[in-house]
């Protein structure tokens, strides 16, 4: 089963950060990427840029809409994620647990739901 395994952290510490040891944060989730990828787990993973390049778009009555990202107050922005594939969502924790970013996070973990399954029938906690 996938996985969408999203990263959150907070910009301004993210920021106030040591070059050393963001160069270091880099080559940590370089190298579980390299992980990941032996294990099979791997599909593919990108950082992303600050919430404050963000745009979100909404279409209402057929008109577009746009407005300047972060969307919602919070502390801690979406910066990176990875799709997994894993056996399950214990598999997908042992695999979250283990990301770089983790001890100065959050980390949220959604399972893929597959739009080709019969109609009617929605993923676990829908």
């Known amino acids: 089963m996938r996985y969408l395994v999203m990263i959150h952290l907070d910009e301004e510490q993210l920021a106030a950060m040591p070059k050393e040891?963001?160069?270091?944060?880099?080559?940590a989730h370089l190298a579980y990427d390299e992980t990941l990828q032996r294990s099979?787990?791997?599909v593919i993973a990108q950082a992303l840029q600050n919430a404050d390049a963000a745009t979100?778009?909404?279409v209402r009555g057929g008109k577009v809409a746009t407005t300047d990202g972060p969307f919602i107050e919070t502390k801690e922005q979406l910066s990176g994620f990875y799709l997994?594939?894993?056996?399950?969502?214990?598999?997908?924790?042992q695999v979250a647990a283990k990301i770089p970013s983790a001890p100065i996070g959050s980390i949220e973990i959604r399972p893929i739901w597959d739009l080709s399954e019969p109609k009617g029938v929605l993923p676990v906690g829908a």
């Open 21 to 27: 040891e963001m160069d270091a944060l880099i080559a």
């Open 40 to 42: 099979g787990h791997f």
């Open 56 to 58: 979100i778009v909404r």
């Open 84 to 93: 997994i594939d894993a056996k399950d969502l214990n598999d997908a924790i």
